[in-house]
């Protein structure tokens, strides 16, 4: 499928991508991202703008990529449902604790902290799970997510987030 395609999809969805031109830029990343996600996250045109920043960056420039890079957004989010991971208090200190049922485990999370298992849990469109892991992004971010892990899940954090986790960027640096 080709980027005119796609865009006008969008346009048939009700999505504004700007103009059917065949090309990738801000309007039409959101648009698609938006369309993609629609019905599931509350403000998908929220997180569309904030993918359309960051595309180009993330060199996510052609349909394919892009189609790649949706497709792992969308199975690590539940289908663009899930900003936090599913559990409770109760299994995340099993899960994730140093305490917990599996010490190990907190251990390679970065969890040195009565509790940690439950502040530190998955968050993101690529959830972020374990002190160290919130620590490590939030540096490479200049958030402190270490500090106040909900902002992994707020619309413009997750979109950046879901970029240093799923892009060659990522590990190259």
């Known amino acids: 499928m080709d980027v005119s395609a796609i865009q ?8 504004s991508p700007g ?6 830029g801000p309007r039409s990343y959101a648009a698609i991202f938006s ?7 509350a403000n998908g ?3 569309g703008e904030g993918a359309a920043r960051h595309f180009p960056n993330y060199e ?8 790649h890079w949706l497709g792992q957004i969308a199975h690590e989010s539940g289908g663009f449902f899930y900003l936090k991971e599913l559990g409770g208090p109760d299994y995340f200190f099993r899960m994730y604790d140093p305490f917990g049922n599996r010490p190990q485990v907190a251990a390679r999370l970065g969890n040195t902290q009565p509790r940690d298992g439950a ?22 971010l200049g958030l402190p997510p270490e500090g ?3 902002l992994a899940a707020e619309p413009g954090n997750a979109v950046l987030i879901a970029f240093l986790r799923a892009t060659p960027k990522f590990f190259a640096q």
Do not use: N, W
């Not at 006008?8 to 999505?15: E, F, V």
């Not at 996510?60 to 189609?67: E, M, P, Y």
């Open 8 to 15: 006008r999809r969008c346009l048939a969805l009700g999505y």
């Open 19 to 24: 103009p059917v031109d065949g090309e990738l």
């Open 35 to 41: 369309a993609v996600a629609r019905r599931k996250l």
């Open 45 to 47: 045109m929220e997180f």
């Open 60 to 67: 996510i420039t052609t349909a394919l990529r892009l189609c």
């Open 119 to 140: 502040r530190y849990c998955g968050r993101g469109l690529i959830q972020l799970t374990g002190r160290s892991i919130y620590r490590a992004t939030g540096g490479r």
């Open 148 to 150: 106040e892990p909900d």
